[in-house]
């Protein structure tokens, strides 16, 4: 079956610093990934997605690029605010199927 | 606005009092689903929809109802509320008619429910 797994948290840096999430997959078929984020007191919302290999997706300035030979999706932003202080959860979805898979979600704490 | 909205936001209840927590869609999405988030165990799913009158359990079905009578209603039913429910609840739906045509997973704001 399918799996998402995640590093686990809290990520604790201080603003500015730079953010690397690690998301790596099992899946049948070709699925497409995607990043969700989760503000204190919010449902998830989605950040990013790519839906077939080598796509890079990006949004508020977050990235992560598929990398099929890896079966891995890192979430990555060059310089943290505060304000991105959340959950971040990665998440899968395969063929034409709507049930996502979700790894288990990682905090990230942002320090001023 | 397209969105999911839950109702109540917050429910504070006692072991065995039946209760209700709504959910409702404005996208025409045909896929709808209840998970619950607990400290450690990330989200779960409960139960989904993959369209009206078609339901099926998820991972941790127990305790729950469900029904999809409506296309854009998906009510999450706790029949005997126990203690071990006390969790935080989102509702989530997707489609690819509307918004969401790569099936990403739109998620209501969710409702803390607390069981005594």
């Known amino acids: 079956g399918n799996s998402v797994t995640q590093m686990e948290g809290p990520v604790t840096l201080s603003e500015e610093a730079f953010l690397t999430i690690n998301c790596t997959y099992t899946a049948t078929g070709y699925p497409s990934l995607f990043w969700y984020v989760q503000y204190p007191g919010e449902g998830l919302q989605l950040l990013l997605k790519?839906?077939?290999?080598?796509d890079k997706g990006s949004n508020k300035g977050f990235e992560a690029t598929y990398r099929k030979e890896t079966t891995s999706f890192h979430l990555e932003k060059g310089s943290v605010q505060v304000s991105d202080s959340a959950v971040y959860f990665c998440a899968l979805r395969t063929g034409g199927s709507y049930i996502p898979t979700f790894g288990r979600g990682t905090s990230l704490i942002v320090h001023p | 606005e397209a969105q999911v909205t839950q109702n109540p936001r917050y429910l504070i209840t006692v072991t065995g009092k039946k209760l209700t927590v709504t959910c409702s869609q404005n996208?025409?999405?045909?896929?709808m689903s209840w998970y619950r988030q607990d400290p450690g165990l990330g989200l779960r799913q409960i139960y989904y929809s993959m369209n009206v009158e078609v339901t099926d359990k998820g991972d941790v079905p127990e305790g729950y109802k469900v029904s999809r009578k409506e296309k854009r209603n998906f009510p999450l039913i706790l029949e005997s509320p126990s203690p071990n429910q006390t969790s935080l609840y989102f509702c989530?739906?997707?489609?690819?008619?509307?918004?969401?045509?790569?099936?990403?997973?739109?998620f209501g704001p969710g409702t803390r429910l607390t069981v005594t």
């Open positions: 989530a739906s997707s489609g690819t008619s509307g918004r969401g045509s790569s099936y990403e997973q739109y």
């Open positions: 996208m025409n999405h045909e896929y």
């Open positions: 790519a839906t077939k290999a080598d």
